[in-house]
């Protein structure tokens, strides 16, 4: 697997099993069949495309908005990244890391120091519809 032959979801599973479960390039490469090089490439080229010129993370310099709608697509709605960042002129790349970004807070935030998990009894976790955020932002600014 290497360039392009890694899914959305690949590359996501990447990572994740790099940033929440602290495994090493060689760990993932072991556990998902490719070569330790192959996960050392693609894991550069998606942190490549999520940091700017100016150095400030890509997620930062979105709006509420338009970071849930792209979650909403893409996990949501099975959009291809590739796809669903057309239209904020976003790379394939570049989705991903901001989805992993929000995965990753979303993460933190629900679990005690260092040991993220990725659902929190409290949470309604996966059990609102597609979009149930846009009604509420389209409130939110017309007040």
């Not at 050392?40 to 495309?49: I, S, T, V």
């Not at 150095?55 to 949501?76: K, M, N, S, Y």
């Amino acid at each position: 697997m290497s360039g392009g032959g890694w899914s959305d979801a690949e590359l996501l599973g990447l990572l994740w099993r790099r940033d929440a479960l602290r495994q090493t390039a060689a760990q993932v490469a072991l556990i998902v069949g490719a070569t330790r090089s192959a996960v050392c490439g693609a894991l550069h080229r998606l942190d490549q495309a999520v940091v700017g010129t100016s150095g400030a993370d890509l997620a930062d310099r979105l709006t509420d908005g338009q970071l849930l709608a792209l979650l909403d697509e893409v996990q949501g709605r099975g959009t291809a990244a590739d796809v669903a960042g057309r239209r904020l002129n976003l790379s394939r790349l570049q989705v991903l890391g901001v989805i992993h970004a929000v995965r990753m807070d979303l993460a933190r935030s629900n679990g005690p120091a260092g040991a993220p998990r990725a659902s929190h009894p409290g949470n309604r976790n996966g059990d609102l519809s597609l979009g149930w955020w846009a009604d509420g932002l389209a409130r939110r600014a017309a007040a």
